[in-house]
């Protein structure tokens, strides 16, 4: 077997070693998954909503956040408008929750029902139009509605635009417009799926109710030094950090005009310190005492919420603090910012601990639209997880029991396997609507009828997906032959418009290629792409975006609808862009490893290692382990079941349960085999006891210890 391991920097491991306190497989394995800087170890090491992007990072967050208070203080008819998958499904309950939270008396929601296509269109504006909403609220869509907005606009209903689709070369000319993706937004992080770009503006709603809104302020902490004093003030904007500055003033030789420091600090802004009679103590020492300038100091504030700090300066609290390690800078002031934005934050629930609920939608959505497990996506579905483990919604409580998930740790593989396909059969089925109002609901008994609901409409999908692949799965073959085995390609009217997402994520799946499933129904062909690695969806749609009425989508995911008129002109034209992309058929696996695993590091330390690096998910694969010369020392009954292998493996000091799904070669591994292995470590639920397991993801049985 072929191992490929990366080859990992020792001088930079040694570092993330020392400087984050991690063990050495710990730092070897973040550091050959790239997180090297404090920024990118942050998002795997901390969990606080203090750490998360603030939306008012993003250039029109104020204008939309001012335009829904004033919408919902004026109680105006608002419209919140979805799509119809798991994305646009969370999105919009995220943000009619919010809504109807923050005192909104006139909220209604709309998602393409049936075969309406996604988006808005100019029924739905008509629509909009007849029943007199003055706000619409798009969720997860809307960045491509230039002329249904222009309409609207010029109708005096005005529009915000909330999406994480690519932008075309024009915007559309809504009232205000955050979408990651639109280059000069404004946002640190491009990766957010439409639920938490919804969740980002239910926050900064949040905000806006409070005193920290549009407050300015400064946060100064000054030290001495050989000499000199050095200054570092941070001055923010909504918590947002606008502009700093550092100054060494020698002592008794401060000069005025020389310095930019004092045009810094007169701006008639609160400025905030830790431990005021210290700071002015050093003020002085920098600027002579006929300087006064006026300080808050926040030491009473911060040992209310923080007992530890009690008795502790600024410098005992940087050596304590995990939030100034990330940071290259001076660790005081860092120290000092966080605690601002720490006590600042966590003195509103609406902020912290009951933005909670809306991570738990936003955490569901994130893995079912395959986003990046990397940056802040990683905190909010970590968080979201913890949430549906212990502290579920109402409404989503008889879902996770129905599905054999209460009392256990759930992971991104449960929403994939158990949450998102039940909420996503709802608008497969042309009833998205349908799983919009579990997620609304807070009444217990009401979601068990519509969870029940919702299995029944996922057993129906499922019945209707295995009908479709069964009919298209022979031409399916045929069209990887017909394209060099780069690519399928499917067009049948007989696919239900709601399915050909799902039936090419399961050919792009089954063979390793791009897939684009195309329904033509009623005059208008609606399609899918899926990819896995190698290929940009929505890059390879742009290219033919001339044949699209509306097209959008991600790296991975991806639909388009054209007229039916222009079907064949399109398919040529698709068939040459298939032979100028370039790919291969093979489909073999390649075998990567993070690590080489000798026997003495064979513990209970790699699960732990393995929940660390949890989430996973796109960007952020599984933890994959590679042993050498494991022996089979008990082979388990599996029931006839020949889709798996239970048995148990000893490797170092510890023997282990193992299962390989879909095993091949299976009558060569037997009692007493040596074998290499390729592993997941992994945790079992069952009857409310946890194990630990390995799950196999290859093994060859080898002829001799050694070899």
Known sequence: MNVSIPQS??????????????????????????????????????????????????????????????AIDEDERILVFGDRDVDGVTAAAIMVRSLRKLGAKDVSYRLPMGDEPYGLTADSVSEILEKGYTLVITVDCGISSISEIATLERSGVDVIVLDHHIAGDELPPAAAIFDP??????????????????????????????????????????????????????????????????????????????????????????IFVLDGDVEKKMLRRAFGSGVDISLVDIRERLEGVMPRAKGHSLFDLAMMSRAARYQDGDKEIETLLSLFRSLSIHSYPSLSTEYDEILELAAIGTVADLMPMRDENRMIVKRGLWMLSNKPLPSLVYLIAR??????????????????????????????????????????????????????????RQ???????????????????????????????????????????????????????????????????????????????????????????HSKA????????????????????????????????????????????MTENLWRLSEMLE?????????????????????????????????????????????????????????????DIIFTPDT?????????????EEMEAVDSIGS
């Not at 550091?31 to 800087?37: D, L």
């Not at 008990?634 to 000893?650: A, C, E, Q, S």
């Open 9 to 70: 920097d020792n001088a930079k491991v040694r570092a993330i070693k020392e400087r984050y306190s991690l063990d050495l497989l710990s730092a070897t394995v973040l550091e050959r998954r790239g997180a090297r800087s404090g920024e990118d170890l942050l998002y795997y090491l901390e969990n606080d909503v203090i750490y998360h992007h603030s939306p008012f990072e993003a250039e029109d967050v104020p204008v939309a956040v001012d335009r829904i208070i004033d």
């Open 463 to 553: 019945k209707a997906e295995e009908d479709v692949l069964s009919l298209v799965h022979e031409r399916a073959e045929k069209s990887l032959g017909e394209s060099d085995g780069r690519f399928i390609i499917i067009d049948d009217d007989a696919i239900p418009r709601g399915l050909t997402g799902a039936i090419a994520s399961k050919l792009s799946s089954e063979f390793m290629v791009p897939a684009i499933v195309m329904a033509d129904v009623d005059g208008r062909v609606s399609g899918s792409m899926r990819c896995k690695d190698g290929l940009d969806a929505k890059a390879f749609l742009d290219e033919l975006s001339s044949y699209f009425e509306s097209y959008g989508g």
């Open 558 to 601: 991806a639909g388009f609808s054209l007229p039916s008129e222009h079907k064949a002109a399109f398919l040529e034209a698709l068939m040459l862009s298939v032979s100028d992309a370039g790919g291969q058929a093979t489909g073999e696996r390649e075998l990567s490893a993070d690590a080489q695993i000798p026997e003495e590091y």
């Open 181 to 270: 993706r639109v280059e000069g937004a404004g946002y640190p992080f491009p990766g957010l799926a439409g639920c938490a770009v919804s969740a980002k503006i239910a926050w900064a709603l949040n905000f806006a109710r409070t005193p920290l809104y549009g407050s300015e302020c400064i946060v100064l902490h000054a030290e001495p030094r050989n000499g000199t004093v050095r200054i570092n003030a941070v001055r923010l904007e909504n918590l947002v950090e606008i502009d700093r500055i550092t100054e060494e003033v020698v002592e008794g030789a401060f000069s005025p005009e020389r310095s930019r420091l004092m045009d810094f600090l007169a701006v008639n802004l609160p």
């Open 615 to 675: 989430p996973f998910g796109q960007e952020n694969g599984s933890l994959r382990l590679y042993i050498r010369n494991a022996r089979i020392i008990d082979m388990l009954p599996t029931k006839g079941d020949r889709r798996m292998l239970r048995f148990t493996v000893n490797f170092g000091r510890y023997s282990w349960p193992a299962i390989w799904w879909h095993p091949h070669d299976r009558e060569r591994y037997q009692k007493g085999s040596i074998v």
């Open 403 to 460: 599905q054999n998930m209460t009392g256990k740790r759930i992971n991104t593989r449960d929403i994939s396997f158990y949450i998102a396909p039940v909420l996503n059969a709802a608008g497969r089925m042309g009833d998205p609507e349908a799983a919009l109002k579990l997620l609304l609901t807070d009444d217990s008994a009401l979601s068990v009828s519509l969870t029940d609901n919702l299995l029944d409409m996922n057993k129906a």
């Open 684 to 696: 079992n639920y069952w009857k409310g006891q946890s194990k630990m397991q390995m799950v196999i």
